[in-house]
């Protein structure tokens, strides 16, 4: 990995960016929640302290967007009401009438249905192709091809896509290489240091980390563009209130901590499982047996808390093992502290039509884990029990 640009170590990022105590004014340690709608103005034509009204622009919220920045290393950052707000966002701010997109086959079922369902009907034409080979998305670019659309690990079957080599096919033929990073999370992996245009985040997941706030981020660097999304942050409006800034910013003040055992934990789960008779096959970058190990060496700090693994005997034999848990909870969403299990045909990927799942691997026994901070020998013997 290249070396971080900042001055400050990650650690101290994010603890610190975007948060100085101002000193002139109260001096707290902790951005206040602004929970003002609205700013008062001295004079009739000049916004006092630059801010107008909160949908455009609120204190709290400009101290989680300066930290977002900090921690992707980009020069700018825009948080949003959830990951979907954040995406859709920012394909109406780049894609038009008879737009073409190279999207990866296997990525969150949400941002599928948002294509497929919505982005359809405007006339925008989406192209699926697995984007562990860079080849593939060279042959699907045309020359309408606005943007590239991929997730690494992608979700839920842990494949790791080569971003460096991905974004210069995709800025060779003037597209923009979009990374949703929610997976990894900015302490293991910097997507626009490695050539993307843009890092998206869900921020309910590990940068929030704690199961509290439902939120999403777009993290770019590049002036023009960041223009166009601002412009729709506010147009749009679907921005996060300032109580849930501040709950994300208070997550994020530990996500090097958290992201450091989250993978030593998912580790633990994955060597487990993958010498479990009940199990075919276990999908962690961790694993020296995961296909594209040596790239997630050289593109991820670490392996990450996401594992996913087919239990024989399909779905039945999922109820029956989900029945039987007692630290992990079945739920969907994940980066949080505890521990989570959920089965993708049924929960995260029911919107993806059955036929496409079969296409590209998700099997009706797959399981997803969200591996928690909690301490690794519960987990294994919460699942050795379960699965007697
Ligand atoms: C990888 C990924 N991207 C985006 C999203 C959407 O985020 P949100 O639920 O915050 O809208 C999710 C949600 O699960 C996700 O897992």
Same mark, same amino acid.
């Given at each position: 990995?290249?070396?971080?640009?900042?001055?400050?170590?990650?650690?101290?990022?994010?603890?610190?960016?975007?948060?100085?105590?101002?000193?002139?004014?109260?001096?707290?340690?902790?951005?206040?929640?602004?929970?003002?709608?609205?700013?008062?103005?001295?004079?009739?034509?000049?916004?006092?302290?630059?801010?107008?009204?909160?949908?455009?622009?609120?204190?709290?919220?400009?101290?989680?967007?300066?930290?977002?920045?900090?921690?992707?290393?980009?020069?700018?950052?825009?948080?949003?009401?959830?990951?979907?707000?954040?995406?859709?966002?920012?394909?109406?701010?780049?894609?038009?009438?008879?737009?073409?997109?190279?999207?990866?086959?296997?990525?969150?079922?949400?941002?599928?249905?948002?294509?497929?369902?919505?982005?359809?009907?405007?006339?925008?034409?989406?192209?699926?192709?697995?984007?562990?080979?860079?080849?593939?998305?060279?042959?699907?670019?045309?020359?309408?091809?606005?943007?590239?659309?991929?997730?690494?690990?992608?979700?839920?079957?842990?494949?790791?896509?080569?971003?460096?080599?991905?974004?210069?096919? /995709?800025?060779?033929? %003037?597209?923009?290489?979009? @990374?949703?990073?929610? &997976?990894?999370?900015?302490? $293991?992996?910097?997507?626009? #240091?490695?050539?993307?245009?843009?890092?998206?985040?869900?921020?309910?997941?590990?940068?929030?980390?704690?199961?509290?706030?439902?939120?999403?981020?777009?993290?770019?660097?590049?002036?023009?563009?960041?223009?166009?999304?601002?412009?729709?942050?506010?147009?749009?409006?679907?921005?996060?209130?300032?109580?849930?800034?501040?709950?994300?910013?208070?997550?994020?003040?530990?996500?090097?901590?958290?992201?450091?055992?989250?993978?030593?934990?998912?580790?633990?789960?994955?060597?487990?499982?993958?010498?479990?008779?009940?199990?075919?096959?276990?999908?962690?970058?961790?694993?020296?047996?995961?296909?594209?190990?040596?790239?997630?060496?050289?593109?991820?700090?670490?392996?990450?808390?996401?594992?996913? /693994?087919?239990?024989? %005997?399909?779905?039945?034999? @999922?109820?029956?093992? &989900?029945?039987?848990?007692? $630290?992990?909870?079945?739920? #969907?969403?994940?980066?949080?502290?505890?521990?989570?299990?959920?089965?993708?045909?049924?929960?995260?990927?029911?919107?993806?039509?059955?036929?496409?799942?079969?296409?590209?691997?998700?099997?009706?026994?797959?399981?997803?884990?969200?591996?928690?901070?909690?301490?690794?020998?519960?987990?294994?013997?919460?699942?050795?029990?379960?699965?007697?």
């Amino acid at each position: 990995m290249p070396p971080r640009r900042e001055k400050f170590g990650f650690g101290t990022r994010a603890v610190h960016a975007g948060e100085e105590p101002n000193l002139k004014a109260t001096g707290d340690v902790v951005s206040p929640i602004h929970m003002s709608a609205t700013f008062a103005r001295r004079d009739v034509d000049r916004p006092t302290g630059g801010l107008e009204y909160s949908r455009t622009g609120n204190p709290t919220r400009i101290a989680l967007e300066a930290r977002l920045a900090s921690l992707e290393c980009a020069k700018h950052a825009l948080a949003f009401s959830s990951g979907m707000a954040a995406e859709t966002t920012l394909m109406l701010s780049v894609l038009s009438k008879g737009s073409h997109v190279v999207a990866g086959d296997d990525l969150y079922g949400g941002t599928v249905r948002l294509f497929e369902k919505t982005l359809r009907k405007f006339d925008v034409n989406i192209t699926y192709v697995d984007t562990r080979r860079p080849s593939a998305v060279r042959n699907a670019i045309k020359g309408t091809t606005k943007m590239v659309w991929l997730e690494s690990p992608s979700n839920p079957l842990m494949h790791v896509c080569d971003i460096r080599a991905i974004s210069k096919v /995709a800025s060779e033929a %003037g597209a923009m290489t979009v @990374v949703d990073n929610t &997976f990894a999370s900015p302490y $293991i992996q910097n997507p626009l #240091e490695l050539g993307a245009t843009v890092a998206v985040h869900s921020t309910t997941k590990y940068i929030g980390g704690h199961s509290d706030v439902v939120g999403g981020a777009l993290m770019l660097s590049d002036p023009e563009l960041f223009e166009a999304v601002k412009f729709n942050q506010n147009a749009v409006g679907a921005v996060p209130s300032p109580f849930d800034c501040f709950l994300v910013l208070r997550g994020s003040k530990t996500l090097h901590l958290r992201m450091q055992r989250h993978s030593e934990n998912a580790a633990v789960v994955a060597e487990f499982l993958s010498v479990h008779p009940k199990f075919s096959g276990v999908h962690y970058p961790g694993l020296k047996v995961h296909p594209q190990y040596a790239l997630a060496r050289r593109q991820m700090r670490l392996p990450g808390g996401m594992l996913s /693994a087919e239990l024989k %005997g399909g779905f039945q034999q @999922v109820r029956k093992l &989900f029945g039987r848990l007692r $630290i992990f909870s079945v739920a #969907e969403s994940l980066g949080g502290v505890e521990s989570l299990v959920e089965n993708p045909a049924t929960m995260t990927h029911a919107s993806v039509p059955r036929e496409r799942r079969e296409k590209i691997g998700i099997g009706d026994g797959l399981i997803r884990f969200s591996v928690g901070v909690e301490d690794p020998s519960d987990l294994v013997a919460d699942l050795r029990s379960a699965l007697a």
